[in-house]
Nanobody, 122 residues
Framework: QVQLVESGGGLVQAGGSLRLSCAAS????????MAWFRQAPGKEREFVAF????????SYTDSVKGRFTLSRNNAENTVLLQMNSLKPEDTAVYYC???????????????WGQGTQVTVSS
């Protein structure tokens, strides 16, 4: 089990940038696939991106490709989601998640953070 704490959310104008951080506890961080999901009001939680344990493999949902970049630092047990060219439709609560398999499904992830709000104004 790993405990996850997100930070870095906030209010930004369209076209702006934010960087979300996820800090993880535990000594086996590098064994986890890490992912970000988001949930807008009245909508289901949706996949944003994942990164493999080594950081060699990443995957993004189509709507964020070319705008978001996911990276990790296994020495510091952190995952960073750099979000550029933000759009109002990116507004959501963003959740960090840890699991053992590379997947875009929420069911593949066993541990979740509490979420951080991202609001993009037009």
């Amino acid at each position: 089990q790993v405990q996850l704490v997100e930070s870095g959310g906030g209010l930004v104008q369209a076209g702006g940038s934010l960087r979300l951080s996820c800090a993880a506890s535990g000594r086996t961080f590098s064994t986890y696939v890490m992912a970000w999901f988001r949930q807008a009001p009245g909508k289901e939680r949706e996949f944003v991106a994942f990164i493999s344990g080594s950081g060699a493999s990443t995957s993004y949902t189509d709507s964020v490709k070319g705008r978001f970049t996911l990276s990790r630092n296994n020495a510091e047990n952190t995952v960073l989601l750099q979000m550029n060219s933000l759009k109002p439709e990116d507004t959501a609560v963003y959740y960090c998640a840890a699991g053992y398999w590379t997947s875009s499904r929420t069911s593949a992830y066993t541990d979740w953070g509490q979420g951080t709000q991202v609001t993009v104004s037009s």
